[in-house]
């Protein structure tokens, strides 16, 4: 390790996700002997990465989620790291479009995909033969996908439910990208909030309509008796809801957690659209980036550029279970992988029609809001109309304040970008 | 009269039986998670016995954590470096605002109170920015040092304690032409002991278990303390390993209750008499 | 001051010392350094920008801001009377000559050696709505009262029901007594023994000694006591957050002021905004603690004095 460049590498990896990425470090480290790559799991990676950051010790590379890009590159946390991947080789035609989209904000890229995800239907095979459903045919339209929940619902004697086909908060993870699959974009992408909007409404009409149909007290007592998420009680595994949006991680928890015999299919979400032109998923990515005041950038990126190639990516996201998110994808990738259905979510991701999560400058507050907005209609204690105008005035008015505060320092800003890429 | 007492006796017994089994449940189950294989843990109802118990899981445990040893070590070095310097800075400055009388003195104390009503959140960032202008940040400085300054509760408590001492006993060693510092020394720290022990215990307690500091200020693996280590068990996404981190868990409460079952006893011993020697 | 009123005062301020560098270092200058956040827009990692006193204006319009600060004020209200009832009478049981009072002394202390995660699993798992411990032990009460009344009464969903999971919280949070418990038992064991025989000499009984003797002997603790309980109380952070995973819990009944001081500290980059909140729960904490002191100094007995 003498005479080594030290490279910190901060990571929220824990246990065997951690340990795909320690041997691509080990790997790196043993491959050269310029740089030594120090890793080191962090929980909490994105908080201690601003406290270091504005204390001036910042690591040389931070393992973030995407959703934090906007807020982190906009308050001068992160390098533009445009120059530097350009220099080493790394291009936008070697990615998955939508992966490189999420990587990219206000026209400067700023980080580079780590191990990415998309999400499908899950369904449980085992309910829908029992409820008379062919058990290899998925609801294609949210009209069928409702239909199915009325034939695998059931009830107990006493009028409160036993199961339930789908439930909009099980696991309500991507509640706030849900107005994609009724036909529509949350944001413009600028300064405006489109909750208003067609898609928005039928997304809330949608959600009212599950106490209407099942009563909003029979859905709270439903939900009170599910187990802990990675547990045999997860609703998903015991039987008592057959179908749920979830990501390709799903497979690693329905490993370790369901029962013997528990089969289930994979497909992609259902949408409103009677005919969409190719399958709609919600994308999503761990990111590598570079935080701004980082002793060593250019050995950081060698590492990283180390990371993007072809072999060492694949080999990172199959030992970690996901997709690649690179454009090209091997055959052995496909064929050795552990996921039953990669390829299926493989195909997803790479649909003309995959749509980056929503990464507002605000999301934690938007996301915040939605749950707790979104849960109110679901027990039937607010309409959705109430719900979607309350929410809607209180995140326009959030973003507003943050669209204010990047107005003030955009020159600035931008300046300094350009200057630091001109160097 | 002594039927009364045998009652007396066992009505408290009773009490304190099924009061404790309450209090003790967090702990039961934790040892009782981490005895279970990974698909039993969460069950629920829980099993309280599993059988057969899996041993296996804490040496597990202890591979899955890492430096296992070395991050208790840490964690022993900043506890004995914590205890040590709250224990000396307490005593003396709850002496200052206790028995002495002198101008000023409340409305410090005041002032001291107001300290612990800030919500540390906003206080994380100037801080922070301090610690790296006296280069402390990437050594352990940051988490021990302050212990020498007083914190505000320990002198609180002891305040309160010293101020219970009757006032006869400073008094005549004044008389007889005792400086300060002997008074503080010879008479009220013997005195109270059992408050002292009481502060070292907590400041243990706060040390060993603290994570957020750990998290805060350490960016080296070889520093980590046992309380950030057992993060490294909960994972995000691929479901956390209970039995690990129960395991792991367990190993981590139990010199912190060794050390209260040992020090418990010394609180017995420590009814305070009017010795006037 | 005279020439003996200075030296005193020199003679306790070297005492204090310590103390007093600790706070301009590690309090003073961080506080005042808040108090500027609160009046500008800053994101931590830019330099903030001077805003008067618009943080304060958004803060008594947000509707978030009134809820977190009911939550805050009706836990504190409930939860210190209860625990304080508690650890006190937890502390005269163990000090009772009963035999194995280590062991039970232990036992006591237990959950706040535990640490804070695995404390937050139990919680979820005791507190749930179908097969919780809590719900199982209340279900055969709910029934008989079913059966007398003809009614359908559930016991609550705790931690999904908006209008119970606060309780739910005050009722984990007694589990924490243990600490206090072990300085109020270190207080008992302070109390003169002489004190007792005299007071059963004059023929008192048990319930007149304890609240003639114990109690007012106890109270510089008892002060103490409730006094951190109140600042701990309305500082409530740490278990809520882990409950409920660093949100807001069912219609946002177990956001406390301090978890959203933190939300939006760290989570919203609005430091400024967090700093104003933080200025507003320390001045409430203030107030607060002023009124307990004043009252308290009446109220306490200290033999020392």
């Known amino acids: 390790m003498k005479g080594r460049v030290v490279v910190e590498y901060w990571e929220k990896w824990t246990d065997f996700e951690r340990a795909a990425m320690a041997a691509r470090v080990d790997e790196f480290n043993n491959s050269q002997d310029r740089i030594f790559v120090r890793f080191l799991s962090v929980s909490r990676v994105d908080q201690k990465m601003m406290l270091a950051t504005a204390g001036g010790v910042p690591p040389d590379v931070a393992g973030l989620w995407d959703l934090n890009l906007p807020s982190f590159s906009e308050n001068n946390a992160l390098l533009p790291l445009d120059r530097l991947a350009r220099e080493a080789g790394l291009q936008e035609e070697d990615y998955n479009p939508v992966f490189w989209k999420l990587c990219r904000y206000r026209s400067h890229l700023w980080a580079l995909p780590s191990t ?138 329905i490993r370790k957690y369901a029962p013997a015999g528990f089969t289930y299919g994979v497909a992609p979400f259902p949408e409103t659209d009677e005919h969409p032109q190719a399958p709609l998923t919600i994308a999503q990515t761990d990111i590598l980036v570079i935080p701004a005041g980082a002793r060593h950038p250019r050995e950081a990126m060698e590492f990283i550029a180390f990371l993007q190639k072809q072999k060492n990516m694949e080999t990172l996201c199959m030992e970690q279970r996901k997709l690649s998110p690179l454009a090209r994808v091997s055959e052995e990738f496909l064929r050795n992988h552990p996921h039953p259905y990669l390829r299926e979510f493989q195909e997803l991701a790479q649909s003309p029609r995959a749509q980056p999560t929503l990464c507002l400058p605000t999301m934690k507050e938007y996301t915040n809001d939605m749950l707790v907005y979104a849960n109110q209609v679901l027990l039937g204690r607010m309409s959705g109309e109430q719900a979607r105008e309350e929410m809607a005035a209180r995140q326009q008015k959030a973003l507003q304040a943050k669209l204010e505060r990047w107005q003030r320092v955009a020159q600035v800003r931008t300046a300094a970008w350009e200057r630091e890429l001109a160097r | 009269m002594r039927n009364s007492a045998i009652w007396h006796r066992w009505i408290c017994r009773t009490l304190l039986g099924t009061f404790g089994l309450l209090f003790a449940l967090p702990f039961f189950w934790m040892v009782s998670t981490s005895l279970k294989p990974l698909r039993e843990t969460m069950r629920m109802p829980p099993v309280w016995l599993p059988v057969p118990p899996q041993w296996q899981n804490y040496p597990d445990a202890i591979a899955a954590m890492g430096p296992f040893w070395l991050y208790a070590a840490n964690s022993l070095t900043l506890a004995a470096l914590n205890v040590l310097g709250t224990v000396l800075s307490s005593a003396l400055v709850a002496y200052g605002f206790s028995r002495l009388d002198w101008r000023g003195r409340d409305g410090l104390f005041f002032v001291l109170l107001m300290t612990m009503m800030i919500p540390f959140p906003v206080v994380m960032v100037p801080l922070y920015g301090l610690f790296r202008e006296l280069g402390w940040i990437g050594t352990m400085k940051p988490l021990w040092a302050p212990a020498f300054l007083a914190g505000a509760f320990n002198v609180f408590l002891l305040r309160q304690f010293f101020l219970s001492l009757p006032r006869d006993l400073t008094e005549a060693a004044r008389i007889d032409g005792c400086g300060e510092f002997r008074i503080f020394w010879q008479i009220i720290l013997p005195l109270a002991r059992p408050a002292l022990l009481t502060v070292a215990l907590f400041q243990f307690m706060a040390t060993w278990n603290d994570f957020l500091g750990p998290l805060i200020f350490l960016a080296r693996e070889e520093q980590y303390t046992l309380a950030l280590g057992l993060q490294a068990l909960q994972s995000t996404i691929s479901g956390t390993p209970w039995h690990h981190l129960m395991a792991a868990s367990t190993l981590v409460v139990l010199p912190a209750l060794l050390l209260f079952f040992l020090t418990q006893k010394t609180f017995l011993r420590g009814i305070a008499t009017t010795g006037l020697k | 001051m005279t020439f003996g009123e200075r030296r005193k005062t020199v003679q306790g301020l070297l005492f204090v010392a310590p103390w007093v560098l600790g706070f301009l270092v590690l309090n003073l200058y961080p506080f005042c350094a808040s108090v500027w956040f609160s009046l500008c827009d800053y994101s931590v990692l830019s330099q903030p920008v001077y805003l008067g006193t618009r943080n304060f204006h958004d803060l008594l319009q947000d509707p978030v801001f009134w809820k977190a600060l009911r939550n805050t004020l009706l836990f504190a209200t409930v939860s210190i009377p209860l625990s304080t009832a508690l650890s006190i009478g937890l502390a005269v049981l163990l000090n009772q000559p009963v035999g194995a009072q280590g062991f039970f002394r232990t036992l006591f202390f237990l959950p706040c050696l535990v640490p804070a995660i695995s404390l937050a699993i139990l919680w979820q798992w005791m507190l749930n709505g179908q097969m919780g411990l809590v719900n199982v032990a209340l279900r055969p009460w709910f029934d008989a009262i079913n059966g007398l009344l003809g009614s359908s009464l559930q016991p609550p969903d705790w931690l999904n029901d908006p209008s119970w999971a606060l309780w739910g919280l005050v009722l984990t949070g007694l589990w924490g007594t243990g600490q206090a418990m072990i300085i109020y038992l270190a207080g008992l064991q302070e109390i003169p023994a002489e004190l007792y025989e005299a007071a059963s000499l004059d023929g008192t009984t048990a319930w007149q000694r304890f609240f003639h003797v114990t109690l007012p002997m106890l109270s510089p603790v008892i002060f103490f006591n409730v006094l951190m309980g109140l600042i701990g109380a309305l500082q409530t952070f740490a278990v809520p957050y882990i409950l409920t995973g660093g949100g807001d819990g069912p219609g946002r009944s177990l956001l406390f002021l301090a978890t959203y001081i933190y939300q939006n500290a760290f989570d919203f980059w609005n430091m400024g905004y967090a700093s104003a909140l933080a200025l507003v729960l320390f001045c409430m904490i203030t107030i607060l603690t002023f009124a307990a002191v004043r009252f308290g100094e009446k109220k306490v007995h200290y033999e020392g004095r």
């Open chain 1, 116 to 253: 990415p995800s998309v999400v499908a239907l899950h369904w449980n095979k085992r309910m829908f033969r029992e409820a008379g459903l062919d058990p290899e045919r998925p609801p294609r339209t949210l009209a069928e996908l409702e239909s199915f929940n009325e034939k695998l619902t059931r009830k107990h004697p006493d009028g409160s439910l036993a199961q339930i086909g789908h439930m909009p908060q099980e696991p309500g993870w991507w509640l706030p990208d849900f107005p994609s699959w009724f036909g529509g974009a949350s944001w413009d992408g600028g300064g405006r909030l489109l909750l208003e909007a067609a898609s928005g409404r039928a997304f809330f009409n949608w959600l009212e309509s599950y106490p209407a149909r099942f009563g909003g007290p029979e859905l709270f007592r439903l939900r009170g008796a599910f187990g802990n998420f990675a547990s045999p009680d997860n609703p998903f595994f015991n039987g008592k809801v057959a179908m749920i949006l979830q990501g390709v991680w799903m497979d690693n928890f």
